[in-house]
């Protein structure tokens, strides 16, 4: 293993929460440091092995049994999405698969937010299209570092780090693209944006901290908003944004729409 790793350069990992945590299993954030670092690789193939054996043991123990429980199924099911997280962490870590410096200044790899606003009321990000399908093999963009530029010298109001927070996914297309883009629900930079913003602004990223909403709308290009509502507030914001959004689906039922008379989203 020594001798057949000496040539692979491995970049050193590090979350926003200060270090990696044998047996967590949240991503953490790759860092441009190239940098060996074989023993967290080891580490994971590991646990990766550990995960798989522990999941099929369960599966065995259940047909044998002849009978297969739904406690059962969704252990499995969680241990090996375990592994799948390893697996892609660790394709990362080789050089070849990690962003360089030069990379790292492109929008193929490192996606900022095209702008920021915040208010008392709610944050909002303006990125790029988030919802394109994603194929295999399809490099993977990073948000945390694109994020803590963005929002570099801004001061957070308190109650976005201190209260609990809905995320709100407006996807907006170009009247032409609508009934033409593959819609990719699962995409993984859904993913890795609520990863990245929870650094930021959630107490945590469970079930009970993180509420999601999603509405897709035309516009006169496509890029996704991303509004971050304290939950307390969130009856009196869809309250006014959902007729407007409402207005902007319906332009598609209607061939004479002419995009250019499109309302703008307000600001």
């Known amino acids: 293993m020594e001798e057949e ?3 692979k350069n491995f970049v050193v990992f590090n979350s926003w929460k200060q270090r990696y945590h044998s047996g967590s299993h949240s991503l ?5 440091m190239h940098d060996r670092d074989a023993e967290f690789s080891n580490t994971l193939v590991e646990e990766i092995i550990t995960f798989i054996q522990r999941a099929s043991s369960i599966l065995k123990v259940a047909m044998n049994k002849g009978i297969y429980e739904i406690d059962d199924l969704s252990w499995s099911a969680n241990l090996l999405e375990k592994a799948l997280n390893n697996i892609r962490l660790l394709s990362y870590a ?3 698969d990690a962003p360089n410096s030069d990379q790292l200044s492109t929008d193929r790899l490192f996606i900022s937010p095209t702008s920021v606003k915040m ?5 909002k990000f303006d990125f790029p299209i988030l919802m394109r399908k994603r194929r295999a093999g399809t490099k993977t963009h990073y948000y945390d570092l694109s994020l803590k530029e963005a929002l570099n010298g801004m001061t957070i109001p308190s109650q ?3 209260q609990n927070i809905t995320m709100i996914f407006l996807h907006c297309y170009k009247k032409e ?3 033409l883009v593959r819609k990719d629900h699962d995409n993984i930079d859904l993913k890795w944006i609520i990863d990245a913003l929870n ?3 959630f107490i945590d990223d469970g079930p009970l901290r993180t509420c999601l909403f999603q509405n897709s709308i035309v516009d006169d290009s496509d890029h996704t908003i991303i509004y971050l509502v304290p939950t307390s507030h969130l009856g009196e914001f869809l309250t006014e944004k959902i007729p ?3 207005r902007r689906r319906e332009v598609t039922d209607s061939s004479e729409s002419d995009p250019n008379l499109l309302p703008k989203i307000q600001k």
Not at 119 to 123: A, G, L
């Open 177 to 179: 693209h609508v009934n």
């Open 5 to 7: 790793n000496s040539g």
């Open 199 to 201: 650094n930021y602004f």
């Open 94 to 96: 080789i050089k070849d």
């Open 160 to 162: 976005y780090t201190s």
């Open 28 to 32: 953490p954030n790759i860092l441009n």
């Open 244 to 246: 407007e959004w409402e």
């Open 119 to 123: 208010t008392d009321t709610y944050i």
